[in-house]
């Protein structure tokens, strides 16, 4: 039976091993399996056929769609959603007949606070994707992606930037963007290669389902 301090909710199809971890409000939905190290935050959302493996450690409020396998070596903080169908690896060069299992094999991916991955894409291993990055649909990723940039395409590749709000900016000559929908103020640095929200106060961690 999973651990948690507070209820959570458990499809009776799902399979939860003993020793995981899950948060209280967080939803798992048909199918789903939680390995024993696995870990869930609060007011998570794993929809149907989700498998989630030891050692992965998933915050706050991380939605994760339909079909979507998290392996050993994936780590999302707070506010991440993964879309249908998401692919994870953990080893760079597998071999059936060559034995890669463990810490020494496994190459970590990291999403930092409030990244986006769109349906289908692909994150090759050893990735790092900056807060706030947003993935298009069928992407493949194999390098790190910049905090706030918009990546798509195989491979993918930065085509500007986007808000907390997941809406591309526009940058004027002066560096400077607004949100269309939130309003925040964005700064491009003076190398073009980092978005500065003016004013992060309004970012909250969401409690809805």
């Known amino acids: ?9 458990a499809h009776s199809s799902a399979v939860l091993d003993a020793g995981c ?3 209280a409000g967080s939803r798992i939905w048909h199918f789903c399996h939680l390995a024993a190290d696995a870990v869930l935050g609060e ?9 989630v493996a030891d050692g992965v450690t998933l915050g706050r409020n991380v939605k994760v769609q339909n079909n979507v396998s998290l392996y050993s070596g994936v780590v999302c903080e ?3 959603f ?35 991955i769109g349906a289908n894409a ?13 993935v298009g649909a069928g992407s493949v990723v194999t390098q790190d992606v910049p905090a706030f ?27 400077l ?6 309003g925040e103020q964005y700064q491009l640095s003076t190398d073009q290669t980092v978005v500065i929200p003016m004013d992060e106060s309004f970012i909250m961690h969401s409690t809805n389902p």
Request: charged share 15%; hydrophobic share 35%; proline share 6%.
């Open 43 to 51: 007011n998570c959302s794993l929809g149907q056929n989700v498998f």
């Open 149 to 175: 940039a918009l990546v798509y395409g195989t491979p993918a590749r930065q085509h500007g930037w986007v808000s907390t709000y997941g809406h591309r900016l526009a940058f004027d000559a002066a560096g």
């Open 177 to 182: 963007a607004t949100c269309p929908e939130s």
């Open 122 to 134: 692909t994150l090759v291993c050893g990735v790092h994707l900056g807060r706030y990055a947003f």
């Open 82 to 116: 993964i879309g249908p169908s998401v692919v994870f690896t953990n080893v760079k060069n597998p071999r059936s007949a060559v034995p890669r299992r463990g810490a020494d094999y496994y190459l970590p991916t990291y999403l930092e606070r409030g990244v986006s």
């Open 21 to 23: 971890r899950v948060g």
């Open 78 to 80: 707070d506010d991440v």
């Open 1 to 9: 039976m999973a651990e948690s301090a507070a209820e959570f909710y």
